[in-house]
């Protein structure tokens, strides 16, 4: 066993190509990022705003006189038409959207141009000059009018064109909008609640800035985010660069040659478990070391805190070596290297999306740092950012209880498929 | 010592390894002749009780080594077709490695390192990585680390293919060596009829999964005891000419062979006379005639009508 892993990992360091991909590229992503964001604190934390036109074809008068209308022609008695106007007239749907639009929360995500018509904002798009279009249409105060006081008609008319734009932009301003809407909804309702009494800045600002300050109650700066995050999602790769090693000893017959020579294969699955965990580990005490060294991301953090983060970077190490154990297995069960290779090309590049390595997730949505904290990785950054807030390893167990459990399943996976040659 | 029963592969509905029996006595250098696809590798592979076969036994001193593999797999070396190693690592840490494997430690390891790298001719190189070397090294470091462990039965697939003669010939002398100084039991692929001539007492001809003949090389010569092998070598090849040969009343077979072509007929006839007149008829310029002992390749092409190499 011990001469097995030995063997992965002296191979590993010969191959130039794995220690780029291991060591070279995050800890090159970590100063990038690191240096191009500055020591601001992750509260600030900015991706480079996008434009978008903001097109609102209505205006409140017009809305309001169509709506008396609308409401007469559908028989209702003139007290209550004018009671509703009245009420309606506390509450500008259009004019709101404009101005959480322009809100200095949202400015960090896009920044909303007013165009007069559609087309010269089509126009825009075309250009390239925005990314987006959202077009409040003409009847739109009146839809969220009769939605709210009179419970007809359900979905906000607003439209959302989207061109030229790669699908993560878009889905961000999709989902920056759905959030507004939402919160739109709630405002309205709130409003209505106490009367009309219009408190809904305040409010607005209260929920929205919840969402993106849970994690910041001490702040992370961006090198030690990117440390952290660059590390777990690099800390990935290593399964499948072992694991598409085993692969190859299966097709060069080396694993036969170890067959031969009474290896058995279940302690031949073991080694790729512990080198899995051991190189990871190696990996994330060189990148947090370099980066301390160098950057200085963790100065200053007691002995406590590196004894946690030595704990929860084993068990990070070991879902990693429980990953490169059910690569291993899936390639020699299925004969072929295509779990590997699609693992590091597309779920490492998902996971660590939704675990936040990029970019604070839950700044999008509140769902999405749920699922991310079902990514290992995810989970595990979660870990580093509570304890960095200063949470002990006893408070932030239950997601490492959940990492731990998952290298469970995966190992147990890993055995059932692993193909146990009937000759022993 | 090493015999197989009815040894049977077959891969989803394709029988590639059919109801084979071959045996190995202490000692013996044995030859599995075949072409490409034959079913060699796959024969090799259920013998070294890595490919569990679709029916049929194989049994080592009297155990069923399909049930009872270990005792086996601890005397036997295996030379795979493919350089079966990491190539990233130097010759010298290749087998210390599966050296270790095997359960060499120490003093013990090193020494046989030594040995067996002077044995392939790679001390100098040892420290080197194996994707640096030149095919025949990686050949002769592929047969190297098989020996690391002493093996007494020594089971070898095509382990010179691809190689410029002179790794070729230092190899077949090494294996000979092992096999008449050491006594270690070798079975020995190819499809190369001259190595197994040279190196084998015994050859099984494998052909389409089935073993078509076997015996010593003089006795599978033998089958062509009545039979001899002209080889007619001419200025230009004329397919009037061959048709001609082919339509002899007493000429076997009849094939190419470079500039010339390649006869079999019973013998005794006094064929060359007839020869010459045929050629006359399609004008044809012999530039040279000899009659040879027949060969292996005779044998096989003999009993399949077919060449052993295309
Ligand atoms: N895993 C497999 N699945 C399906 N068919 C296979 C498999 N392995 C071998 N075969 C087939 O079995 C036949 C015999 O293959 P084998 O490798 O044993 O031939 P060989 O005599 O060693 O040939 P060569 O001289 O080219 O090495 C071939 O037709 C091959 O395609
Ligand atoms: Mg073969």
Redesign the pocket.
Known sequence: MFQLIKKDTLILLRSRSDLTELLFMPFILIAILGLALGNLSMTDFNINAFPVAVVYEGNIEQSLENWAVELRESDYPEEAVSALVTQAEEIAPGEQINSILASEDIQEWMTAESFATVESAETALDAGDVAGVIIIPEGFNEAVWSALFLDEGDALPLTLEVQNIDSVTSDIIRSVLTTYANQFNLEASIALASEGEAETADQQQDSYGEVTNLTAASPITSFQYYTIGMGVMFALYTAPALASRAFHEKKQHVFGRLMISGTKPLTYLGSKLVSGTIITFIQLVILFGLSTLIFGTFRGYSTRFWIDLGMVSFVFSLVVGSITSLLTSLSLYSNSESSSSFFGGVVITLFAFIGGSFTPVEQFSESLRTLGNWTPNGAMMTSYMQLMQGFNLFEVAPLIIRVAGMTVILLAVSVILFPKRRLD | MLETKNLT?A??K?T??SEVNIYLEKGESVGLL????????????MISTLLPPTSGEVWFNGQNALKESQGLRKVMGVVP?EIALYEELSAYENMKFFGKVYGLRGKELESRITHVLDLIGLTDRKKDAVNTYSGGMKRRINIGVTLLHEPEILIM??PT?GIDPQSRNYILDMIKTLNKEKGITVLY?S?YMEEVEKLCDRVYI?DH?EIIASGTNEELKSILSNEETIQIDVHTLSMGFQDNLLHHSSIRKVTEEGLGYRVIAPKGEDLLSEVFELAKQTHTKITGVSIQTPSLEDVFLHLTGRKLRD
């Open positions: 592969k891969f989803k394709k590639v390894v075949g072409p490409n696809g034959a079913g060699k590798s796959t024969t090799i592979s077709q697939d095509e293919v692929t499809h494998m999964g």
